[in-house]
């Protein structure tokens, strides 16, 4: 019997074509469908909090077939694909089967926490919660010195306050909110053979394998990368990542695979001086390439990866 493997969203438009809309991913997504039937599985499309049962049945679900998708009904998954977004699924203990377990997920929207698994890699970082804590983590810094302001569970690059420590010691914090004063690293000698700017180098990894790689560059005037914040994007073959930064995934995704079942996930670096990686943060949400770039072995790990989900289902 084929296994049945799901893409779960929390809110999709389902029908013939759920993906109608996503201009240049489009094709991608339903290359993910096409050679996930050609391996062997049923593949479906999934959406909704009110169609989730534990631990793994999905109602009104819809099959590809001969490249739509079709109304099935309810069915019970073998491996789940989360593209749900937050923390509300999947639940405490019936994530063995999904990609990603939901204590990834929390690790990824917490970059305190982050900081607690990887300070090794990271730089100089603090758990801030209110003015008192911000005054005494910034007297640890030279006033003039550069610091990074982060809500700690913020993503996008909302939010973020770069400038000196003296005058980020006078932000006014959400009451309640958590933050992340970090150390600023200094980007803007590039990386060789890569980047000759500012960046953010973002190296996707599954099933303990990097699949894709892509540096983000700053939109001028801007210290932020994020494409949400204006920067610009551009693929970097596996191949041209110089050996020192592959030493410093491999490092990481010892301990990041061992401990979370091997998910889906990014690490983005930057590179200071050129030379010295430091992890800016970990993402679990990770957007499907566009049109453009190489998505072949993205997608074929992450069947593979599903593939050995699906096996421990009983």
């Known amino acids: 019997m084929r296994k049945k493997i799901v893409m779960y969203f929390h809110r999709r438009p389902l029908g013939n074509d759920p993906f109608s809309t996503f201009t240049n991913k489009r094709t991608v997504y339903h290359q993910f469908f096409k050679q996930g039937v050609s391996a062997g599985f049923q593949m479906f499309i999934a959406s909704g909090k009110e169609n989730?049962?534990?631990?793994?049945?999905?109602?009104?679900?819809?099959?590809y077939v001969d490249g739509s998708f079709t109304p099935y009904g309810t069915i019970s998954a073998d491996a789940v694909f989360d593209r749900s977004?937050?923390?509300?699924?999947?639940?405490?203990?019936?994530?063995?089967?999904?990609?990603?377990?939901?204590?990834?997920?929390?690790?990824?929207?917490?970059?305190?926490?982050?900081?607690?698994?990887?300070?090794?890699y990271m730089p100089k970082n603090y758990t801030v919660r209110d003015a008192t804590e911000l005054e005494a983590a910034t007297k640890t810094f030279d006033d003039r010195e550069t610091v990074v302001l982060k809500p700690a569970k913020g993503?996008?690059?909302?939010?973020?306050?770069?400038?000196?420590a003296t005058e980020l010691r006078a932000t006014t914090l959400e009451p309640g909110q958590e933050y992340s004063l970090q150390e600023f690293?200094?980007?803007?000698?590039?990386?060789?053979?890569?980047?000759?700017?500012?960046?953010?180098?973002?190296?996707?990894?599954?099933?303990?394998?990097?699949?894709?790689?892509?540096?983000?560059?700053?939109?001028e005037?801007?210290?932020?990368?994020?494409v949400a914040q204006g920067g610009?994007?551009?693929?970097?073959?596996?191949?041209?990542?110089p050996a020192f930064i592959i030493e410093r995934v491999f490092m990481i995704q010892r301990?990041?695979?061992?401990?979370?079942?091997?998910?889906?996930?990014?690490?983005?670096?930057?590179?200071?001086?050129?030379?010295?990686?430091y992890?800016?943060?970990?993402?679990?949400?990770?957007?499907?390439?566009?049109?453009e770039m190489d998505s072949e072995l993205f997608i074929e790990r992450i069947l593979r990866s599903l593939g050995k989900r699906a096996s421990l289902h009983t």
Do not use: W
Request: glycine fraction near 8%; proline fraction near 6%; aromatic fraction near 8%.
């Open 255 to 277: 301990r990041i695979d061992v401990l979370f079942d091997f998910p889906l996930y990014s690490i983005d670096f930057g590179i200071q001086d050129g030379k010295t990686p």
């Open 221 to 226: 005037g801007s210290l932020l990368a994020n």
């Open 279 to 291: 992890v800016f943060e970990l993402n679990d949400q990770i957007g499907f390439p566009s049109e």
């Open 185 to 219: 690293v200094d980007t803007s000698m590039g990386i060789p053979g890569v980047v000759k700017t500012r960046h953010d180098l973002r190296v996707i990894i599954v099933d303990g394998e990097i699949v894709l790689c892509h540096v983000r560059i700053p939109k």
């Open 52 to 63: 989730y049962e534990e631990p793994s049945t999905f109602k009104d679900a819809y099959e």
């Open 85 to 120: 977004g937050g923390l509300s699924f999947p639940r405490e203990n019936n994530d063995i089967n999904v990609l990603n377990t939901i204590a990834f997920k929390r690790l990824c929207n917490d970059k305190n926490a982050m900081y607690a698994l990887l300070s090794d």
């Open 232 to 241: 610009s994007i551009r693929e970097v073959p596996i191949s041209d990542i």
């Open 155 to 164: 993503m996008q690059g909302k939010g973020i306050i770069i400038g000196p």
